[in-house]
C-alpha cells in the first residue's frame, strides 16, 4: 500500500502556542484530508483539501494541498487544551476499483496548560 | 444526519475464541470501508465493500477474518479464531460515491482485546 510520512510524531506544547504538522507521499493523491482522533473515539474529519495548492482553513486550523499533491500540511494556531489528541493525515486516490484511503502513522499532541 | 453507528464498542476475548463486529454506515453512503488500527498507528484497510460486493480485501486475512454487507447496507466482520495480534480497534467507515466521494466518514470503532 501507499506510504504516507507524518512528523513530528509527537509534540508538546504550550497553550497558546502555534502547532504545524505535515505528511508526504511518495505518491499523487486527488485529496488530502486531515482528522483528529479523541482517546477511545474514531477520527473526526478536520479539513479536506481538492486541489494542488489549496489553502483551506477551519476557524484555528489551516491545512494547505501540496503544489506536487504529494504533500500537505496543518497549522493550529493558539493551542488550547482540547486541541490534544492524535492527528491523522489521509491521501485519497480514484482507482479502478474505487476511491482508496491511505493513512499516515499520526502526530500525538499535548498540550500543557 | 446520524453517524456510522459500530457494535460492540468493547470486547474482551481468550485466544482462539471468536468475536463479530457490526457496523451500519451512513444513510445512503454505497461505499463501506473496515479498517484495522493498531495502537500507535494509523487505520490499516481490511475490506471495502460497493453496496453488497467487494472492492479491495486485499489486506485482510482471509484465514481468520471475514466480512459481509449482504444487503448493501449493515455489514459485519468476524474473526475466527482470534490471536493476540488482532487486539486493536476495529474501525467502520463510509462515503458516497458521487460528489464528497472522497472524503470518509468514521464510527467510534470497536476496541478489540484479545488475552
Known amino acids: 500500500g501507499q506510504q504516507l510520512n507524518q512528523s513530528p510524531q509527537s509534540m508538546f506544547i504550550q497553550e497558546g502556542e502555534d502547532v504545524s504538522m505535515n505528511c508526504t507521499s511518495s505518491?499523487?493523491?486527488?485529496?488530502w484530508l486531515w482528522y483528529k482522533q479523541d482517546p477511545g473515539e474514531g477520527p473526526v474529519l478536520l479539513i479536506a483539501?481538492?486541489?494542488?495548492?489549496e489553502l483551506t482553513s477551519n476557524g484555528r486550523l489551516t491545512a494547505q494541498f501540496g503544489i506536487t499533491r504529494k504533500d500537505s500540511f496543518l497549522n493550529i494556531s493558539a493551542s488550547i487544551p482540547s486541541d490534544v489528541g492524535i492527528y491523522f493525515c489521509?491521501?485519497?486516490?480514484?482507482?479502478?476499483?474505487?476511491?482508496?484511503?491511505?493513512f499516515g502513522t499520526g502526530t500525538s499532541l499535548t498540550v500543557i496548560p | 444526519e446520524a453517524g456510522v453507528a459500530q457494535s460492540p464498542r468493547y470486547k474482551i476475548i481468550e485466544k482462539r475464541q471468536s468475536v463479530a463486529f457490526w457496523c451500519n454506515p451512513i444513510?445512503?453512503?454505497?461505499?463501506l470501508y473496515w479498517y484495522q488500527q493498531i495502537l500507535g498507528q494509523g487505520p490499516k484497510l481490511l475490506i471495502q465493500?460497493?453496496?453488497?460486493?467487494?472492492?479491495?480485501d486485499s489486506q485482510l486475512p482471509k484465514d481468520r477474518f471475514s466480512a459481509e454487507r449482504l444487503k448493501g447496507v449493515d455489514s459485519t466482520l468476524k474473526i475466527q479464531p482470534a490471536k493476540l495480534e488482532d487486539s486493536a480497534v476495529y474501525l467502520c467507515?463510509?462515503?458516497?460515491?458521487?460528489?464528497?466521494?472522497?472524503?470518509?466518514?468514521f464510527g467510534a470503532g470497536s476496541r478489540l482485546t484479545v488475552l
Open positions: 505518491s499523487i493523491f486527488n485529496t
Open positions: 465493500f460497493q453496496n453488497n460486493g467487494v472492492v479491495d
Open positions: 467507515a463510509s462515503s458516497w460515491t458521487g460528489f464528497g466521494a472522497n472524503v470518509l466518514t
Open positions: 483539501l481538492y486541489k494542488a495548492g
Open positions: 489521509a491521501g485519497q486516490l480514484e482507482t479502478n476499483t474505487g476511491n482508496q484511503f491511505y
Open positions: 444513510s445512503g453512503h454505497a461505499t
